[in-house]
């Protein structure tokens, strides 16, 4: 299951909070003939931007740990010092702190950017990518990368999970509710069956409710590649998005969960697509063609 790293933290944390605060009885929103709605939405709203904010600060750590990318801390050979250097002269231009610079091992060409502010960031790149793309091409994509950081996509994106997350807390225990009352029997409306039925309903809509922040992630993927063209140029983002598309058979070692982030990701079809953080590379590459970029 193709879930993002972010989500997969949010989902996590809001799930722990919401069993905790149900075992030590914080249920302020419960009440002998049902659910006090306007109590429920609180406790939602509360706990779904929680959730959403604790995943975007931890952001960064998570991700170094998952791809088991090293922060360059001291460039070590000329291809690191020449990295470091183009991500200070990109982030200059694009008016944003300067990054940690990383490099993750991967065979497959890849990059991300990830971290709580545009101010406090990380970028990196893999081994493939450094490896097989030429210098040119390598600025675009980190120009990709730090134009994700410089449009606040990722602070963005955990205001929209905040969002989803609430709503998905609320009709939740709605659910939960209901069916207690209904199948259980259970006229006060919160007995054993709501803690369960509402945990599950949680899970469920969580991953349904995804599909909004997947839509957010694939629209800010072509804004991302205008920055990358701006700041890298035209010829060099286009170039690199279609040395991507011809790589697409070099097996991925990149987690699934940071695809958010990520430049390379190929297309899906049907259902799969409402799950795709990434627009086909065919329709970023035309984009690109038809934008009007010196």
């Known amino acids: ?29 419960l009440a002998q003939g049902g659910i006090q709605y306007q109590s429920l939405l609180i406790f939602a709203a509360v706990f779904g931007f929680a959730g959403s904010l604790v995943s975007l600060l931890i952001s960064k ?25 183009t991500v200070r002269e990109l982030s200059r231009k694009a008016n ?27 970028v990196a ?42 709503f998905v807390i609320f009709a939740s225990r709605i659910i ?21 039925v509402s945990i599950v309903a949680q899970i469920v809509l969580g991953i349904l409710a995804s ?16 920055a990358g063209a701006e700041l890298g140029g035209k010829a060099a983002m286009i170039s690199a998005l279609n040395r991507l598309k011809r790589e697409s058979g070099i097996p991925d070692q990149m987690p699934d969960s940071l695809e958010a982030f990520a430049i390379n990701q190929g297309a899906r079809h049907g259902i799969r697509a409402m799950f795709m953080t990434h627009p086909p590379l065919e329709r970023r590459i035309a984009a690109l063609e038809a934008a009007s970029i010196p």
Request: hydrophobic share 50%; no cysteine.
């Open 96 to 122: 944003i702190g300067m990054p940690d610079v990383a490099i993750f091992p991967a065979t497959q060409s890849n990059a991300f950017a990830t971290g709580w502010n545009r101010n406090s960031a990380l």
């Open 211 to 226: 599909t909004i922040v997947f839509w957010f992630s694939r629209r800010r993927e072509f804004r991302a590649d205008i």
């Open 1 to 29: 299951m193709r879930i993002l790293l972010f989500l997969a933290t949010n989902l996590a944390v809001i799930l722990v909070a919401g069993i905790t605060l149900q075992l030590l009885g914080v249920d302020s929103y």
């Open 176 to 196: 939960g509710s209901i069916v207690d009352r209904a199948v259980f029997k259970n006229e006060s409306g919160h007995g054993p069956g709501f803690f369960v």
């Open 61 to 85: 750590p998570i991700a170094k740990w998952s791809t088991k990318a090293k922060v360059i801390e001291s460039p070590r050979t000329a291809s690191e010092r020449w990295l470091v250097d």
């Open 125 to 166: 790149v893999s081994e493939g990518m450094l490896q097989r793309f030429n210098k040119d091409e390598i600025r675009a994509v980190l120009g990709h990368e730090i134009g994700h950081v410089a449009n606040g996509d990722m602070v963005t994106l955990a205001l929209i999970q905040g969002v989803v997350n609430t």
